[in-house]
């Protein structure tokens, strides 16, 4: 008896914990990733002065970090919700590998921090500090894929297209793909009382990509965040939603914008694993208001190709050419022309670590806004986006670099 007894508390005690069991809530499986980079090395520069300045140029070598891929870590994952759908989040942080320094002083999260909710169906759906639409859908054939944004981006980055443009308050929403394209959109919200407009950023942008082809075409606009002008910060990770991406030689001239407009057209075509080839063109609209120094639009239209090949498992090559060319306005008889020739050359150590080698140049003709906005002065160079504070002194303008960059 007692045996039977005991086999019937045995069972009783089973099917009451597979009752519970079935009646439990489900929790999903989520996931956190710890990523990084580390890039650091050697450049050279042949003409350096400090931004505004024309005179005291001189030649300049000294220890740069995050060339070949900005220096970051960070963290993101998610949580499946079910039924398709996960909340996803990341928080990445930029950082000198030379002095350890923060990438911007008292932003814990620099370049990305947000959270929102992806369905493989109805798109993604996400909030806070983020790339803004224009640049999600054009990066692919970005002329910083191959090389960098420090040498290689257009001419100070005047079109947005590296990635030193991030927007505050965000909110993104990037479609999935339907029979090859994707749409997405974004709207960045400042905050500035008595006004939905002062200081607010919107972007929108649609890709094609289907085998070996793909091109995509977007548009943005940053509103500064003063009636009617005021400085843009030369710190893009440091900026509200209505601040410009960092200054350079190219626009420093038309800080006072109220307004600024980018349209961008991008495409490529793989033609097999060793050979690609993309290219762009933008215009770039700086728009014063009634407190701006210039008074006339100023239009920047820039056309820029690059060539990728990769003709072993471990070395890829690239070359690129770009032309920059500002509109007649403000007085200016002779407009501003930018031309830019950059190499790369990258040797896989492995999957995680990499050697790169970067050379580039350009000469810049005609003339361009001084500082103060209504000055005329000649253009002077600054290649790629690294030297936005430190451009020629002179028209031309050469340099180069080497480094190990690393991923984990």
Do not use: C
């Not at 990733?33 to 520069?45: A, M, P, S």
Request: net charge positive; proline share 2%; aromatic share 12%.
């Amino acid at each position: 008896m007692k045996k039977n007894h005991q086999r019937r508390l045995i069972g009783f005690a089973a099917v009451t914990s597979l009752a519970a069991a079935a009646h439990a809530p489900a929790f999903a499986q989520s996931s956190v990733t710890l990523y990084g980079i580390v890039d650091n090395g050697f450049g050279y520069q042949s003409s350096a002065t400090s931004l505004g300045s024309t005179s005291g140029g001189r030649s300049a070598v000294k220890m740069i970090t995050g060339v070949w891929a900005g220096s970051r870590f960070g963290l993101k994952g998610g949580e499946d919700l079910g039924g398709g759908t996960k909340a996803v989040f990341q928080l990445e942080e930029g950082f000198s590998a030379n002095t350890g320094a923060m990438q911007a002083s008292n932003t814990m999260f620099s370049r990305q921090a947000f959270v929102g909710v992806t369905n493989d169906t109805y798109g993604s759906l996400t909030a806070g500090r983020q790339y803004a639409a224009y640049y999600q859908l054009l990066s692919p054939y970005s002329p910083t894929t191959w090389l960098t944004g420090f040498y290689g981006a257009h001419p100070g980055d005047v079109d947005g297209l590296d990635t030193i443009y991030r927007a505050n308050n965000t909110l993104l929403y990037v479609s999935p793909k339907l029979y090859g394209f994707k749409f997405s959109g974004s709207y960045s919200l400042a905050g500035v009382p008595g006004s939905v407009n002062q200081g607010s950023t919107w972007a929108a942008a649609i890709q094609y990509a289907q085998g070996p082809v793909g091109f995509a075409v977007g548009f943005s606009r940053i509103n500064n965040s003063t009636v009617g002008g005021g400085a843009f910060g030369t710190d893009s990770t440091t900026s509200n939603a209505g601040a410009q991406a960092g200054l350079s030689a190219v626009t420093n001239g038309y800080q006072t914008a109220q307004a600024q407009q980018r349209f961008a057209v991008g495409a490529g075509y793989t033609f097999n694993s060793q050979f690609d080839i993309t290219a762009t063109y933008s215009n770039v609209q700086y728009v014063p208001g009634a407190n701006s120094a210039f008074r006339d639009e100023a239009i920047f239209n820039t056309g820029g190709i690059v060539l990728h090949w990769k003709p072993t498992v471990a070395w890829d090559f690239a070359t690129g050419y770009s032309y920059t060319r500002a509109t007649k306005a403000n007085g200016i008889a002779s407009s501003a022309q930018y031309q830019q020739v950059t190499l790369s050359e990258y040797y896989a150590l492995s999957k995680r670590t990499g050697l790169y080698a970067l050379q580039a140049y350009q000469r810049a003709n005609g003339q361009t806004l001084g500082t103060n906005g209504k000055s005329i002065i000649d253009a002077t160079a600054t290649i790629g986006d690294g030297f936005q504070t430190s451009p020629a002194s002179s028209r031309s303008m050469f340099a180069a670099g080497v480094g190990i960059v690393h991923r984990f």
